[in-house]
């Protein structure tokens, strides 16, 4: 008896956690706000990105402000492949990179072992 | 409190050490911590202090719906310290030891990841310290040293011998030689005199000389050579694609495996509840896919640096794949090939006097071929300069006018018409026409004295980098604009296989494509004209000597413009490429090996890999692929000497 508890609790646990991670869940997104021709963006790096998804106009100037509050070394950097960026983010320090919008399109940025990603979209 | 990891790792290891001892003992029956709770006290320590970090990054990323290899450490550790609290209340085995063991292990790998790390990426920035870090600049006449950011383009600068060039510049006083391998990997000084290019950071040799600053800060060539080597460290490479998909999934999925594994042991096999929870730990802790994660990056990392010591510039990751596969590899004539500038080949007759006639006339000349002549004139020294008479320019014939020796001319054989050859000369001149070189007579006293020929002679390593690509079995092509018999002629000298010549610059790029049909192919140009056929074949090589449209058309830039360096970027692109492949290999075989075993699939055998096993031989396999991509590092280049 005792151990069809324990195989049902097991089984729920496994359907949880398959809904938890493959499930669709709405991602965090955000605009960037365009102060004076020029558009910013604050990131939290806390166990991933605050927002996830962030929308940036083409042809103006960005700045996406890094700001890692989560002590893993996993991520202490942050990659931006298609733009050939690769910044350390030291814990608790903000970090602006600067991102050059003048290709519209979808991109991906990462932490260095590529496991948390995060995406721009420049229309 | 914030602790680094190397604290963290420190802390672990004090707390963790007595309780490996007591493992040790345990055997001889000695029990000097007197039972489990002690046990508990030590491990609740670092399950607080070395694992908090992993535990609230875990809980961070689970509240986003996402995974990392914090969160199998995490749960694996968390659930074996409860798990032997509630033993050790029931009076039950208790694994304490198991969790503190893997946060050690764990964090043993990280310390040395970050410090490889740090070393991997290193490599290129410390180039940027190769710079000067003051110079002296003259302003107004006066001469001060000031700090090389305070330069401003135009300013006058100043190197005496043995000190560095501050900036990237032209030469407007003095001549010195310049070692500029630092920058360029070029093994031999290169002269530098008035009107010369110089390069910040290249080292001066012999003389004093003033430079006028052109090229500052980011501009630099050598900022430029970092920019570039850094975005290629950082692209990816496609066969990571493979590696992202895997790593998406994998926690969830090796989550649900641990707990399988449980549910088998506990609820099928009917194993104590204590063993079972051993076998999940184990599955969760093995698992980790960091390996996996540095397995491209690092070795694209240490590669790129590698080759750009060499002077050879990787710009991204995809290209690698390709070099692998080439089949044919094209080159340009016109500057990759040749020199890119005519020089005088072959002087027949009495070299010193028909060199003295010639240069006598065409001493005031502007025209590329008169310039060939004096350069050659210049090695027997100072050629008398004398005032020519009724000097004369016949259009598409030459020159001719009166020298102290008689009337002279130079020029092609039209003036035949009027003058006398002899049979041997005119036997030189067939055969040096019929290697498709410009041959242009000297006469004197209504006689021909001699012969000069002038070609766009090739380039000293042409012949050999040539015969190195065939080895490696590849085709070799010369796609050229310039007509059927000088491109054979140059093509027979260096050792080419097949011409495509009397090509129009905008039909390059469709003769690629054409030549894309057999097999991927690479292109080797410096060219503007070059740049459409640079971008459309597979691999784009572009000399460093070249313009900056077919520099940044090529997907790898041959700093030195050494030719041979064609065959070295094929040899070392692919050896990249293989260490990644090894490295990933090594990475999913380790996962594929390790999770059964840790599954307890040998349980039957007495054979089982505690959680303290599996979280060492997890920082191993990290360790082991970050080791292997230094490794290249090792690899040795050869790299020839230029012979002049």
């Not at chain 2, 549910?263 to 960091?290: D, E, K, Q, R």
Request: net charge negative; hydrophobic share 50%.
């Amino acid at each position: 008896m005792d151990k069809l508890i324990v195989l049902i609790a097991g089984l729920a646990l496994i359907a949880f956690i398959l809904w938890w991670f493959f499930g669709h869940h709405e991602v965090d997104q955000a605009e960037a706000k365009t102060v004076a021709d020029h558009q910013a963006v604050a990131i939290e790096v806390n166990g991933g990105y605050s927002p996830e998804r962030v929308v940036l106009q083409q042809g103006v100037p960005a700045t996406l402000t890094f700001t890692r509050t989560d002590a893993s070394s996993c991520l202490d950097q942050v990659v931006f492949a298609d733009f050939g960026i690769n910044q350390d983010l030291p814990e608790g320090q903000p970090v602006a990179i600067e991102i050059n919008t003048d290709q519209a399109g979808d991109f991906t940025w990462a932490c260095g072992m590529d496991m948390f990603r995060g995406q721009i979209v420049i229309k | 409190m914030h602790l680094t990891i190397k604290q963290r790792f420190g802390i672990a290891v004090v707390f963790s050490l007595p309780m490996v001892v007591q493992m040790i003992l345990m055997p001889a029956g000695i029990d000097f911590l007197g039972g489990p709770v002690t046990e508990w006290v030590l491990t609740t320590v670092v399950m607080a202090v070395a694992a908090g970090p992993f535990i609230k990054s875990a809980w961070a990323s689970f509240k986003k719906h996402n995974s990392n290899m914090d969160t199998l450490v995490a749960i694996g550790t968390v659930t074996a310290y409860f798990y032997s609290i509630g033993a050790m209340v029931e009076g039950q085995p208790v694994f304490f030891e198991g969790a503190a063991l893997v946060v050690t292990f764990i964090l043993l790998g990280q310390v040395f990841e970050e410090r490889m790390r740090a070393q991997a990426s290193g490599a290129v920035d410390k180039l940027l310290d190769l710079q000067a870090k003051e110079a002296e600049v003259v302003r107004n006449g006066q001469t001060i040293t000031i700090p090389v950011e305070k330069i401003v383009v135009g300013d006058i600068v100043r190197a005496r011998p043995g000190q560095k060039i501050a900036v990237d510049g032209t030469v407007v006083e003095g001549k010195t030689a310049v070692d500029e391998s630092l920058v360029t990997g070029e093994s031999l000084p290169v002269e530098k005199q008035v009107g010369d290019a110089v390069i910040g950071a290249s080292i001066n040799q012999n003389g004093t000389i003033l430079i006028r600053a052109e090229k500052l800060g980011s501009d630099s060539l050598l900022a430029q050579i970092v920019d570039l080597v850094k975005s290629a460290q950082n692209s990816r490479a496609p066969i990571q694609q493979l590696t992202d998909k895997v790593s998406t999934v994998f926690v969830p999925v090796v989550l649900v495996a641990a707990i399988a594994t449980f549910l088998l042991w506990y609820v099928a096999f009917g194993v104590s509840l204590g063993t079972a929870v051993v076998f999940a730990v184990s599955v969760l802790v093995i698992a980790c896919p960091c390996a996996l994660g540095l397995a491209t990056p690092t070795a694209l990392m240490v590669g790129t640096g590698l080759t750009a010591r060499h002077g050879i510039l990787i710009k991204n990751g995809e290209v690698l794949e390709t070099v692998s596969a080439v089949k044919t590899v094209v080159f340009d004539k016109t500057g990759t090939i040749t020199v890119g500038q005519p020089t005088v080949t072959d002087v027949v007759g009495e070299e010193e006097r028909v060199l003295s006639v010639a240069s006598q006339l065409e001493a005031g000349s502007e025209h590329p071929l008169a310039q060939a002549i004096l350069d050659r004139a210049k090695v027997f020294g100072q050629i008398k300069v004398e005032e020519v008479n009724g000097f004369e320019v016949l259009p598409g014939q030459g020159v001719q006018g009166q020298t102290s020796a008689g009337p002279a001319f130079v020029g092609n054989q039209r003036f035949l018409d009027h003058q006398q050859m002899n049979p041997d000369l005119a036997v030189s001149f067939k055969t040096l026409q019929n290697q498709g070189k410009t041959v242009v007579l000297v006469g004197l006293n209504q006689e021909v004295i001699g012969l000069i020929a002038i070609q766009d002679a090739p380039k000293a390593q042409s012949r050999q980098a040539m015969a190195t690509l065939k080895t490696r079995g590849l085709e070799t092509v010369m796609l050229t604009g310039d007509n059927q018999a000088v491109a054979e002629a140059i093509a027979q000298e260096v050792g080419i296989d097949r011409v495509i010549a009397e090509v129009m610059p905008a039909e390059k790029a469709a003769h690629i494509q054409q030549l894309q049909e057999v097999g991927p192919v690479a292109f080797v140009g410096d060219g503007i004209n070059d740049a459409p056929a640079l971008a459309t074949a597979d691999v784009g090589i572009a000399m460093g000597s070249g313009t900056d449209v077919a520099i940044e058309s090529g997907n790898i830039v041959l700093v030195k413009n050494d030719l041979t360096d064609v065959a070295t970027a094929i040899d070392l692109s692919a050896k990249i490429f293989k260490r990644i492949k090894l490295n990933l290999f090594w990475a999913f075989i380790y996962n594929v090996l390790g999770l059964p075993i840790a599954a307890g699939l040998f349980y039957g055998l007495g054979f089982v890999l505690s959680p303290e096993l599996a979280g060492l031989a997890m920082a191993m396999s990290s360790l082991s692929v970050v080791t292997s991509s230094l490794l290249l590092n090792r690899t040795k280049v050869k790299t020839t000497p230029a012979t002049i």
